[in-house]
């Protein structure tokens, strides 16, 4: 275990603060999910989005298809 992991106890914990007293058996399952969902927002802040506008920008009805089928 890497020392970025939450246990168990520190799930419960965190969860405990926020006002959402967990179960003994759910601790270890909400510590592996938060695990899971920090490893995939870790490698959302790697990625480069120095050009792409952001979402208000973008409309829909007026983009144009240039690719050949």
Do not use: K, Q
């Amino acid at each position: 275990m890497s020392a970025l992991e939450l246990t168990p106890s520190e799930a419960a914990r965190w969860a405990a603060r926020g006002g959402l007293p967990l179960p003994a058996d759910r601790h270890a399952a909400i510590a592996a999910t938060a695990d899971h969902i920090h490893s995939v927002v870790a490698v959302l802040r790697e990625l480069d989005f120095g050009d792409t506008p952001p979402a208000p920008a973008y409309r829909a009805g007026e983009e144009t298809h240039d690719a050949a089928v």
